[in-house]
């Protein structure tokens, strides 16, 4: 079974601070990728990496960076949190070996607040 | 106009009954077609696939894709309680610049017992 985990399911923070979202995935997918999911918008693609260090941006990045360091974790960092940054955010990984075909596994998420 | 659209509900259905969840799409390059499943407090989970226009069965799901009309369809028979979720559509196009999946903002659905 594929696992993909999160290390917060739930997080405080405050407007002004640096905050780690991390991920792992323990099946050697080569693509992970970081969502975020508001009522009524759905899930916005905010980061992607199809391999270690490689990282492309993307519908909504701004106020994001991310971090892949190691094929199995795939780290979101808000550099600076402000409250329009309060939403759940999903992790989820899928292989390379058909792109057309490949199934995204998604963590549990991590709803942040953003006070 | 978002590329794809989705009522979000929610839907209420007795238990039993048979649902039909829609999304539209705008984009025609879209190839691939998923629905997926979000119980509460837990992510997404991958419940049918498809490629082509037509129906795909699976148990008592159902998926159908007509291109034409850019317009995708899951039914779900003899709905249970534990049917009681977010269903999401997703649309996955793959081109020379890499692939782009795009998701719909998710239908909620209770089925009563």
């Known amino acids: 079974d594929v696992k993909v985990t999160q290390s917060s399911r739930y997080l405080v923070k405050r407007t002004g601070e640096k905050v780690f979202l991390e991920c792992v995935q323990d099946?050697?997918?080569?693509?992970m990728f970081w969502y975020r999911q508001d009522p009524g918008l759905g899930l916005r693609l905010i980061y992607f990496s199809y391999d270690v260090k490689m990282k492309e941006k993307g519908d909504i990045p701004e106020g994001y960076s991310v971090s892949r360091e190691k094929k199995e974790r795939f780290s979101l960092i808000l550099e600076s949190a402000s409250t329009n940054q309060t939403s759940m955010y999903l992790c989820?990984?899928?292989?390379?070996?058909?792109?057309?075909?490949?199934?995204?596994?998604f963590g549990p998420g991590t709803r942040l607040t953003v006070l | 106009q978002k590329e794809v659209e989705q009522d979000p509900g929610p839907l209420s259905v007795p238990e039993g009954a048979i649902v039909s969840l829609n999304c539209t799409y705008s984009?025609?390059?879209?190839?691939?077609f998923m629905w997926y499943r979000q119980y509460s407090r837990k992510g997404p989970e991958l419940l049918m696939y498809t490629y082509s226009s037509g129906n795909k069965e699976d148990g008592r799901f159902t998926a159908q894709v007509d291109k034409s009309s850019k317009y995708i369809s899951l039914f779900i028979r003899d709905s249970q309680p534990s049917d009681s979720a977010t269903y999401l559509c997703a649309m996955k196009l793959v081109g020379d610049g890499g692939f782009k999946t795009i998701f719909g903002a998710g239908t909620r659905l209770f089925v009563k017992a």
């Open positions: 989820a990984s899928s292989s390379s070996g058909s792109l057309g075909t490949d199934t995204q596994y």
């Open positions: 984009n025609s390059a879209f190839q691939y």
């Open positions: 099946m050697d997918h080569e693509n």
